[in-house]
């Protein structure tokens, strides 16, 4: 099933997303100011098209208002990101992603009512943060302020020890929601409590933030 997409700004980000979309199947109209950037992507969108997002005239000429999901990836123009997601929320698209420069800017997208906000320099620079920090911490995906799931490499302190023997729920606070063992393909979610984990084995956990670190700091 083929589903509707608009991509505002072709910068990296913006291109990237609607060269993704794109080569999954999707239907994508791609929409910048620059006629080098359009025509980068002519070949690559289902539509690529010159146009001034900001121009309401211009969003409804294009029928911006039968697409479902419309992402605003324009960068530095903060004001240009901002009218234009207020646009698109008046005329009803269902949903909206944005692309935050800032804190500031992400603030007031969620006041406006961008559905999705997203800050990809930042959250890109914790996760390998976090994975230059201890070379076992493979990744880290934020869930709120306080919550995380990362993804860690078993070292000696946990090969040929089951969860049991670990007591990580009870020790820690965290579950392990997933391993991937390091001789096989398959990744085993939900884990029984009697699993034996090996040196190499990557584990998948979930859990508070300060619990997680403590989980690191002795097990990891
Ligand atoms: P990235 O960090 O993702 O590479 P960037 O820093 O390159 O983004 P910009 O170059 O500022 O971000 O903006 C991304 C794109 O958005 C640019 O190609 C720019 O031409 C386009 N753009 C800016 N304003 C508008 C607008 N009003 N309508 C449509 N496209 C726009
Ligand atoms: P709990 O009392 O914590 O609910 P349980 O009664 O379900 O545990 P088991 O499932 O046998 O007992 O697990 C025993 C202990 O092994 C748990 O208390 C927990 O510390 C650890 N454990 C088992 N499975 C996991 C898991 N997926 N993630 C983290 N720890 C686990
Ligand atoms: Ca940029």
Not at 139 to 154: G, R
Not at 158 to 179: F, H
Request: hydrophobic content about 40%; charged content about 30%.
């Amino acid at each position: 099933m083929k589903r509707e997409f608009a991509v505002i700004g072709l910068g990296r980000f913006g291109g990237s997303i609607c060269r993704e979309l794109s080569s999954e199947g999707m239907e994508v109209l791609a929409i910048d100011t620059e006629e080098d950037k359009v025509n980068e992507f002519k070949n690559i969108a289902s539509h690529a098209v010159i146009a001034d997002a900001t121009d309401e005239k211009v969003l409804k000429e294009l029928g911006i208002r039968n697409i479902d999901h419309v992402i605003v990836a324009i960068g530095d123009n903060i004001q240009a990101s901002i009218l234009t997601t207020l646009m698109l929320k008046e005329l009803g698209i269902k949903k909206i992603t944005v692309k935050a420069q800032n804190d500031y800017h992400e603030k007031v997208l969620n006041k406006i009512g961008a559905d999705q906000v997203v800050h990809p320099e930042r959250d890109m620079g914790k996760r390998i943060a976090h994975s230059i920090i201890s070379n076992n911490i493979l990744d880290h995906l934020e869930l709120s302020d306080e919550h995380s799931i990362v993804e860690v490499k078993a070292g000696a302190r946990m090969s040929g020890k089951t969860l049991i023997d670990l007591d990580i729920r009870a020790q820690y606070g965290c579950n392990v929601v997933a391993i991937k063992p390091i001789n096989k393909k398959e990744i085993n979610v939900s884990p029984m409590a009697t699993e034996v984990i090996n040196k190499g084995d990557i584990l998948i956990v979930i859990g508070a933030d300060k619990d997680i670190s403590r989980f690191e700091k002795q097990l990891v």
